[in-house]
């Protein structure tokens, strides 16, 4: 586009020629900040803009195995829920927009309806020790308590090698895993980011049940790779080899 700009700069009139420049001018800028030219106002997208992968992972693919311990000592290994859909959910308690989502009951409801479906619902804290959301065993088994949650198992994860293993950015950040052990959903809960009231939470789109009630009913993904929004999960500065 920019070099079609310039083919007819020097045919224009010296207005038409301002207004030319103006314009390879915002879009050098929109360039430089790291823009996709198609997301200008009246620029189409394609169908591929749609695919763009969002996630660390890809959606089709198998989901990285990994082993991590629940609050009560249990081991708990992807592989070993084979024939099992599977959600991970990464909290930290400390963060608003986890709480948004526990205080409004709406990630307890999640839990409760899917794991009613025979749905493995693990909920993994990635918070490194010394960080906010990090706590004991017996805190987070309080928290739970407290908060009526019903994940099927709550996984520490305080090195953060499942955390950036899966590419967990924020909390919450949500994964489904299909029977066959390949990710069929990554990214956020829903697609509200700002609203914080029981309602505009209940009122929104949530990708996670979508998701689910589709995997379930035997249909594939239609939005399976969104973008995630919360807090940052708070890793260690260094990661654990």
Known sequence: MVNAVIRNFSSSSKSQQKLLALLVLTLAVFLANGYNPVSLPGMAKDGADKQKKIGTL???????????????????????????????????????????????????????????????????CSSAEGNQGFESAEKHKAMFRDKKAAPTAVLTDPTGRVGRLYGAKTTPHMFIIGKSGKL??????????????????????NYVAGALDRILAGKSVTDSDTKSYGCSVKYAKKSVN
């Not at 009560?72 to 930290?92: Q, S």
């Not at 409801?109 to 493995?120: E, N």
């Open 58 to 124: 890809t959606v089709g693919k198998a989901a990285p195995d990994f082993k991590l311990n629940d609050v009560d000592g249990k081991t708990w290994r992807l592989k070993d829920l084979k024939g099992k859909v599977v959600v991970l959910e990464w909290f930290n308690h400390g963060c608003p927009f986890v709480k948004k989502h526990y205080d409004s009951g709406n990630m307890q409801s999640l839990q409760k309806r899917y794991t009613a479906k025979d749905v493995v619902w693990l909920s993994v």
């Open 184 to 205: 069929l959903y990554q990214g956020a809960i829903d697609n509200n980011a700002s609203g914080f009231s029981k309602e505009e939470v209940l009122k929104a789109d």
